[in-house]
């Protein structure tokens, strides 16, 4: 057999294979040149899911006659100035888009720059490169793909159906949006009209972005985060435990301004939500990281998804702490809950006959009968009751409460707003919160074995949990080395009484490679805290008295997350003066 | 199959039966109870796959025969019919459906073929023994519960029976969940001698004993490998057995314990369940504090209070702190017959031995807590 050199057509397809996987990885590596050069509008028009028409014009710097029949060339680029991988201050650098793209479609490549007099063409098809030729165009530089993959039959069949390489183009753009607030985007993708992202500068100009991908549902009302550790910088806005997704679609990570997938930032993100958030929600946001170049490592994967970083533990502790202050921050003290929803829910009735019949008399037993009563009796004035005792205090965020409906609900009045708590889920999380306090105070009680458990795992993974011995006994477990390989148990939380051992110390071996706590096991305690909270609650259905409502608010108030409850259901929602006059027409 | 017979004979024994059905199966005759007609009986026989129940009692029988019934079903019909009523089941000659009447209430119930109903009494018993209703009610009820119900240690979840010699050949029981464990034994029965160590699951161990509750004086068991069956009355319970090796539990009786407490067992009893009270959690600790001539218990919750109570004991070794699970302790108390609880100790880190004074049968085995 021969050795030999492939082609290079040849040589293109295969880099394809990589760089171009689907109508999305072209829209990304050409909207990533166009802000490489520099460009303030991107115009993408996309045309039978990207396999007929792909076409992205911008306003960037332009090419030169010369650097355009240079950038269809393989590895040839305008970027990584100073030759120094270890240095990539663009979002390209490998020079290989272009002719990859040329490789397996039919390219047109149009730009100006301003040295030239005119514009210049040229066209790949299938990997051959035409010659530059004088072509119209005002500025910047116009790239069309048309019968994209039509040199690659194979690819082309495996293409994933028109409406999901529609959605995973509108996907990509909305990362690249997110980097760069500034640029006006402009996506056309035919059947589904045009969307507009606006460019804008100044304070307010990411979150209104973000607002714009996100939509109006989990949009409006974001927290900030800034944290700064070891040169390493985090700017976030992540959505409310009560704006969360069933899915990781709405998590944004932008690292130096480069849109990137990391399954373990991400997972920091959903770490610091911890219980505030049920089991299979998940937080929605964008978290920014400013880092030094030579801190991370982008040139990992061909499509520049994934980074490494040179410190990921400094990376997930900063987002860890960031995001957990932020929330902590935020506490009660704003307003919670998205009102959007909850003015959906009172649109008022149009319908003719619908809504109230009068011919049903309804009971009303309002937790303030004897308050009712009590006006009744003003007659006598001595009998008279004091009204509740913090009935028109203005300081709490939670205000004071009104009345109590269907004994389920309590609704309390601030200046501002009207708040509606979920009395269950509200003083499940009080309780839930104490018994985490008492339990981390006093310590977790262990009941030594009388026939230790002896647990076989991978031989790093035994050396790693050992490791952690000390902060494992703190939460109730003693484990020793039990020769290469295993380990065994010696004392476990009491709490957990007689439980599954072995499948607790593997699941504690599995996450102590990801993480750099031993959730685990605080989680199973905390959940069997979680189980005694519930029982220890009020109960929805409990008719509360004026003062015991005022002393639910009161406590909410000064309770970690209190805005959700322990399965991370919200506990109040709260509708603003200005909406409810809205809802009215006075607005 | 044509019979009539007495209610209260029949649900009696349906009672028995009917329990050993689970309600959900995936197997739908698993549902059903298995009724054959014959010589002037009625056989019923009821399974889970685990265990089978089978009882005759006496019927008039037109006609021989057997078919399968829904046992739920057919349990809450016959005990809802009135006392003294006659029932009788006739299978039509179509085998489509089985009537039911009694007095002016009729019922049609949906039959499966008798052919397919499971059979767990096949192969051979080559252990058989007999024992006092009393002995084996006794030497399942002191150590059933420290049976572990945690699944994946599956050999925990049952009483091992096994025979030793201690203090002449004994029929020993012994059941722990990993924190405590209960040992009670009795002299051998004859012909016993031989037997496999079997571990015995908790579900047939629950149903043997309702069933001991209106056993006739002795018990027939009969061994295998594999199944262990007991026949008592009209009543076979015949069981599977965990296929598994029970762990070396002698090596965790202590042996060497020096320091000893001697105190009524029913004032310590009441004293832990007074001072537990307190505590409101699942495994919280009561401490026990032992000096010369008493015992003082101690139970503190942060979040109510602390309990104190001072118990008279005789105790005579340097004075120690050691804590329990104050359900554990309970429940060993209440396991105990004897008027004083006999407690070997060695440190606050180590197994504790419990005794009954006075009566060496019974054994418990508790690891103390550390708080």
Redesign the interface.
């Known amino acids: 057999m021969v050795v030999r050199l492939l082609p290079e057509i040849l040589q293109n397809q295969i880099a394809a294979g990589e760089v171009v996987e689907r109508p999305a990885s072209v829209v990304k590596e050409l909207t990533e040149n166009a802000l490489d050069a520099g460009a303030s509008t991107v115009e993408i028009v996309i045309g039978g899911a990207g396999l007929d028409l792909i076409r992205i014009a911008d306003d960037g710097s332009g090419m030169t006659r010369e650097d355009l029949a240079l950038a269809v060339l393989r590895h040839a680029t305008s970027k990584l100035p100073g030759n120094d991988l270890m240095d990539v201050r663009t979002l390209g650098f490998r020079g290989e888009a272009l002719p990859s793209i040329g490789a397996v479609a039919r390219l047109t490549l149009t730009s100006r720059h301003a040295s030239e007099p005119h514009a210049w063409a040229i066209t790949v098809e299938g990997g051959r490169v035409g010659e530059p030729r004088p072509a119209a165009l005002t500025r910047g530089t116009r790239v069309e793909v048309r019968d994209l993959f039509y040199a690659t039959p194979a690819r082309l069949k495996f293409q994933k159906s028109a409406r999901s390489e529609v959605a995973a183009i509108g996907e990509i753009v909305e990362r690249l949006a997110l980097a760069r607030p500034d640029v006006r985007f402009t996506l056309q993708t035919g059947d589904k009209g045009e969307r507009v992202f606006a460019g804008r500068t100044g304070d307010g100009a990411g979150a209104a972005r973000l607002a714009e991908v996100l939509g109006a549902n989990a949009g409006t009302d974001l927290l900030p985060v800034n944290a700064e550790k070891d040169g390493v910088r985090l700017e976030a806005l992540i959505g409310r435990p009560q704006a969360s997704s069933g899915t990781v679609r709405d998590q944004h990570l932008l690292v130096n301004g480069r849109a990137v997938k990391d399954r373990q930032l991400m997972g920091a993100l959903r770490a610091a939500f911890g219980d505030t958030l049920a089991r299979d929600r998940h937080p929605v946001g964008l978290l920014s990281l400013t880092l030094p170049p030579q801190e991370l490592d982008v040139n990992v994967h061909p499509a520049k998804t994934e980074v490494r970083f040179r410190d990921p533990g400094l990376i997930r502790s900063l987002i860890v702490g960031g995001v957990r202050q932020a929330l902590a921050d935020a506490g009660v003290s704003a307003v919670s809950g998205s009102s959007a929803a909850v003015l959906d829910a009172l649109r008022p009735h149009t319908g003719g006959s619908t809504g109230f019949s009068t011919a049903t008399p309804v009971s009303f037993n309002s937790g303030f009968a004897e308050a009712r009563q009590a006006a009744f009796e003003a007659f006598a004035p001595a009998a008279r009751p004091a009204p509740a005792p913090v009935a028109d205090d203005d300081d709490h965020p939670l205000g004071a409460a009104r009345a109590q409906i269907h004994a389920t609900y309590i609704i309390a009045e601030t200046p501002d707003a009207l708040v509606v708590v979920d009395q269950h889920a509200a003083h499940e999380r009080i309780v839930y919160e104490?018994l985490k306090r008492?339990l981390e105070?006093?310590?977790i009680?262990?009941?030594?074995?009388?026939?230790p458990?002896v647990v076989h795992l991978k031989p790093s993974d035994a050396e790693a949990l050992c490791a952690r011995s000390a902060e494992l006994e703190s939460f109730g477990l003693v484990i020793e080395p039990f020769g290469p390989g295993a380990i065994v148990v010696r004392?476990s939380?009491?709490?957990?009484?007689?439980?599954?051992l072995?499948?607790l110390v593997q699941d504690l071996a599995d996450e102590v490679g990801d993480w750099d706590r031993t959730r685990g096991l605080e989680e199973r305690l905390w959940a069997?805290a979680s189980r005694?909270a519930c029982h220890?609650s009020v109960r929805a259905g409990r008719k509360l008295k004026p003062e015991e409502m005022n002393a639910l608010l009161r406590e909410m108030e000064t309770t970690p997350d209190a805005s959700t409850c322990n399965h991370g259901r919200p506990t109040y929602v709260v509708l603003g003066k200005g909406e409810i006059e809205k809802l009215f027409g006075r607005r | 199959m044509r019979l009539t017979l007495e209610r209260s004979a029949l649900l009696k024994s349906l009672s028995h039966v009917h329990r050993v059905v689970e309600r959900r199966n995936t197997i739908p005759i698993l549902s059903n109870v298995l009724l054959r007609a014959s010589n002037g009986r009625l056989e019923l026989k009821g399974t889970d796959l685990e265990i089978e129940m089978v009882e005759s009692i006496p019927a008039e029988v037109a006609t021989p025969g057997a078919t399968t019934v829904p046992a739920h079903l057919f349990y809450d019909i016959v005990r809802k019919l009135p006392d003294g009523a006659q029932i009788s089941l006739d299978l039509g000659p179509d085998q489509a459906a089985m009537r039911l009447t009694a007095g002016r209430s009729r019922f049609q119930l949906q039959v499966l073929p008798q052919e397919d109903y499971p059979d767990l009494s096949a192969g051979d018993f080559p252990t058989r023994f007999m024992i006092g209703t009393l002995e084996l009610k006794k030497l399942i009820d002191k150590t059933q519960f420290a049976i572990s119900t945690e699944e994946t240690r599956y050999y925990l979840n049952g009483i091992y029976l096994h025979a030793v010699d201690s203090t002449g050949p004994m029929l020993r029981a012994v059941a722990t969940d990993g924190h405590r464990l209960a040992q009670s034994q009795l002299k051998l029965p004859e012909g016993a001698a031989g037997m496999p160590g079997v571990i015995v699951p908790r579900k047939t161990v629950g149903e043997i004993l309702r069933l001991l509750d209106d056993a006739s004086e002795e018990v027939e068991v009969e061994l295998s490998n594999a199944k262990i069956r007991f026949r008592t009355g009209g009543v076979v319970l015949t069981s599977k057995l965990i296929d598994g090796t029970f762990p070396d539990y002698g090596r965790v009786i202590p042996t060497g314990n020096d320091k000893t407490l001697e105190i009524d067992r029913a004032s310590f009893a009441a004293a832990v369940d007074r001072v537990s009270t307190i505590s409101s959690e699942r495994g919280r600790a009561v401490k026990l504090s032992l000096s010369d001539g008493k015992l003082v218990l101690t139970v503190t919750n942060p979040d109510s209070g602390t309990a104190t109570e001072e118990v008279e004991a005789d105790y005579s070794a340097e004075p120690m702190d050691i804590g329990f699970n104050s359900r554990y302790l309970l429940e060993i108390a209440s396991q105990l017959s004897s008027g004083t609880a006999l407690f070997r100790l060695a440190d606050p880190g180590a197994p504790t031995l419990i005794l009954d004074k006075g009566d060496e049968a019974a054994l418990y085995v508790l690891m103390p807590m550390r708080v």
Not at chain 1, 445 to 451: N, S, W
Not at chain 1, 493 to 500: E, H, I, K, S, Y
């Open positions: 104490r008492g105070a006093r310590g009680a262990r009941q030594i074995l009388l026939i458990e004392e939380p009491a709490m957990l009484g007689d439980t599954d072995k499948q069997v005694m220890g």
